[in-house]
């Protein structure tokens, strides 16, 4: 019989969120094969503030927030559980979870053979106590994002971190940086550690063809603060006058205020080459690649950036965020170029690297492909 890995994920599409990134899903469907996979997909909701109180008097140091299971679907377990903004009583409230997950698998008569936290410092957490609890190893991904956010603003907690990353079974870095701030923070692992990036069903490689220097972008709005838009938009007003028929197309849905934020920065630089073209089906996105000069997304958090390398196979070179998402394992290449989120400058000067050695850029790349 398959051995039996329990994933417990915040970033899995649910029922209580569908439209979660499927960074996580799409690495557990590709192994569906080779073992029994059960999910509990987490989501932290916020609990009314009167709950909150009766709850810390009853319990102050360790309070036991409510927590809901929606019925299983095909192995997938959507749980709510209630906690406070800005990581109070998180420990606390990830603990209790882990006990009610406990719970449940024990009632459902499953007994895994590994378990595995797809985040180290949130579901690492509940890993470590299931893997104690059931007696089986744990593993543990680091998503760099995330895990470098709370282990920069949670030091209470980098003794317990540092035991977990330690004590996992194996860990899966999503990318080269989450590997490198891990070990600097919390010591390098003797145990196995695999770098193992996101996967996308949209992997096709597309031969690159030279185009018109049209730059693309694909992210939804909501983001676009973090996603850097005002550095993509500001660079696009420079370059527009310096390249003819230069021109920057950003994919994209979401709320009309976002919408509308984007378009204040495209007036207030004089930044007519740069259109918003709408929503883009997934599908469709590795075609519109191929057809542009270059992919631009420099974002200031980036865990990975599965786009990163489905513009890469569409034969489209990237400007990626420095110290964030791909940087590390293409150090070397001329069609990837990282810039830093905080430099103008280096944006700007990356964008417009694409279009003038476009040429011998796509050459490269070809041969990589």
Same mark, same amino acid.
């Given at each position: 019989?398959?051995?039996?890995?329990?994933?417990?994920s915040?970033?899995? !599409?649910?029922?209580?969120?569908?439209?979660?990134?499927?960074?996580?899903?799409?690495?557990?469907?590709?192994? &569906?094969?080779?073992?029994?996979?059960?999910?509990?997909?987490?989501?932290?909701?916020?609990? !009314?503030?009167?709950?909150?109180?009766?709850?810390?008097?009853?319990?102050?140091? =360790?309070?036991?927030?409510?927590?809901?299971?929606?019925? #299983?679907?095909?192995?997938?377990?959507?749980v709510?559980?209630?906690?406070?903004?800005?990581?109070?009583?998180? #420990?606390?409230?990830?603990?209790?979870?882990?006990?009610?997950?406990?719970?449940?698998?024990?009632?459902?008569?499953?007994?895994?053979?590994?378990?595995?936290?797809?985040?180290?410092?949130? #579901?690492?957490?509940?890993?470590?106590?299931?893997?104690?609890?059931?007696?089986?190893?744990?593993?543990?991904?680091?998503?760099?994002?995330?895990?470098?956010?709370?282990?920069?603003? &949670?030091?209470?907690?980098?003794?317990?971190?540092?035991?977990?990353?330690q004590?996992?079974?194996?860990?899966? !870095?999503?990318?080269?940086?989450?590997?490198?701030?891990?070990?600097?923070?919390?010591?390098?692992?003797?145990?196995?550690?695999?770098?193992?990036p996101?996967?996308?069903?949209?992997?096709?490689?597309?031969?690159?063809?030279?185009?018109?220097?049209?730059?693309?972008?694909?992210?939804?709005?909501?983001?676009?603060?973090?996603?850097?838009?005002?550095?993509?938009v500001?660079?696009?007003? %420079?370059?527009?006058?310096?390249?003819?028929?230069?021109?920057?197309?950003?994919?994209?849905?979401?709320?009309?205020?976002? #919408?509308?934020?984007?378009?204040?920065?495209?007036?207030?630089?004089?930044?007519?080459?740069?259109?918003?073209?709408?929503?883009?089906?997934?599908?469709?996105?590795?075609?519109?690649?191929?057809?542009?000069?270059?992919?631009?997304?420099?974002?200031? =958090?980036?865990?990975?950036?599965?786009?990163?390398?489905? %513009?890469?196979?569409?034969?489209?070179?990237?400007?990626?965020?420095?110290?964030?998402?791909?940087?590390?394992?293409?150090?070397?290449?001329?069609?990837?170029?990282? %810039?830093? %989120?905080?430099?103008?400058?280096?944006?700007e000067?990356?964008?417009e690297?694409?279009?003038v050695?476009?040429?011998?850029?796509?050459?490269?790349?070809?041969?990589?492909?």
């Open positions: 019989m398959a051995d039996v890995i329990v994933n417990i915040g970033d899995y !599409p649910d029922t209580v969120q569908p439209g979660k990134t499927k960074a996580v899903s799409s690495l557990i469907d590709a192994t &569906r094969d080779e073992f029994v996979q059960v999910v509990y997909s987490i989501n932290r909701v916020s609990p !009314p503030a009167s709950d909150v109180v009766t709850k810390l008097a009853r319990h102050p140091v =360790r309070p036991r927030f409510d927590i809901r299971f929606e019925p #299983e679907q095909d192995g997938l377990t959507a709510r559980y209630d906690g406070l903004k800005a990581g109070l009583f998180m #420990e606390a409230a990830l603990l209790h979870l882990s006990e009610r997950i406990a719970a449940d698998i024990s009632s459902k008569g499953i007994k895994p053979d590994l378990i595995h936290g797809h985040k180290l410092t949130l #579901e690492g957490l509940i890993a470590e106590k299931l893997s104690s609890y059931f007696g089986c190893p744990y593993a543990l991904s680091v998503q760099v994002n995330t895990d470098r956010k709370i282990l920069k603003f &949670r030091p209470d907690l980098r003794s317990t971190y540092r035991r977990i990353y004590g996992a079974a194996i860990v899966f !870095p999503f990318s080269v940086m989450g590997q490198r701030v891990c070990d600097g923070a919390l010591g390098v692992r003797s145990g196995p550690t695999i770098i193992l996101c996967t996308s069903p949209e992997d096709r490689i597309i031969a690159p063809q030279v185009a018109e220097p049209v730059l693309t972008s694909v992210f939804h709005l909501k983001d676009y603060r973090n996603k850097n838009a005002a550095a993509l500001e660079a696009s007003a %420079a370059l527009q006058g310096r390249h003819e028929g230069f021109a920057f197309h950003l994919y994209g849905g979401g709320p009309e205020p976002d #919408e509308q934020a984007i378009d204040g920065l495209i007036a207030k630089n004089g930044a007519t080459s740069f259109v918003r073209k709408g929503p883009i089906a997934h599908r469709d996105v590795q075609t519109m690649l191929n057809a542009a000069c270059g992919f631009a997304m420099v974002s200031k =958090r980036e865990t990975f950036g599965m786009v990163f390398l489905e %513009a890469l196979l569409a034969g489209c070179p990237v400007v990626f965020p420095k110290d964030w998402a791909i940087d590390g394992f293409f150090d070397e290449a001329s069609f990837a170029l990282g %810039a830093s %989120a905080n430099d103008f400058g280096s944006i000067s990356a964008m690297k694409m279009i050695d476009q040429r011998s850029m796509k050459q490269e790349l070809a041969d990589w492909q």
